[in-house]
């Protein structure tokens, strides 16, 4: 539960301290650690991928337009571990780029949950709203994750890296 503590009057050893004051927001460590709740968030999407995939019946299994939805969703959910997986590894190195990356990425995560929560809606229809279904308990719990604070001021903080700076450094693909 969020809140706030008043610990005042609780004694902390020296030793018992971790790094500097400020360590925990100082840039661009703080914003390029962002791929740590894009790491959950895509846990809850590859869950409700899991789940949608095992609710199918076998007469949807071979609706070739329920495999091209099911298709669109792995795609989704994929592209955003690859964008999770590299954020990470920029953070890990502390590359130049990692709070850029860190920042693209969560907008690529939230579209990827936006557009495999809509897939699993119209793949299972009906069912997916049932109270106590984990279908729609996955949608509300990751609905509620995928609302970290400003994601447009973040994806607009990112856009403006990307075209002011090679974000793209030894990965250029073209």
Do not use: N
Request: with cysteine; aromatic share 8%.
């Amino acid at each position: 539960m969020s809140g706030a503590y008043d610990l005042t009057g609780y004694p902390i050893d020296e030793d018992a301290l971790l790094g500097q004051a400020g360590d925990y927001d100082r840039e661009p460590r703080f914003t390029a650690g962002a791929w740590r709740f894009t790491a959950v968030q895509l846990g809850g999407i590859e869950a409700l991928l899991a789940e949608t995939r095992a609710t199918l019946s076998g007469t949807a299994r071979a609706d070739p337009l329920v495999r091209a939805a099911f298709g669109h969703a792995v795609v989704a959910t994929r592209t955003a571990g690859l964008w999770v997986r590299e954020a990470a590894v920029r953070a890990a190195r502390e590359v130049a780029d990692a709070a850029a990356f860190a920042r693209m990425t969560r907008g690529v995560v939230e579209r990827a949950g936006l557009d495999v929560m809509e897939h699993a809606a119209r793949l299972v229809g009906t069912r997916s709203t049932f109270e106590g279904q984990r279908i729609d308990k996955i949608i509300r719990d990751l609905s509620l994750y995928l609302r970290q604070a400003g994601p447009d001021q973040v994806r607009d903080a990112a856009v403006r890296d990307w075209i002011d700076h090679d974000c793209w450094g030894e990965d250029r693909l073209w």
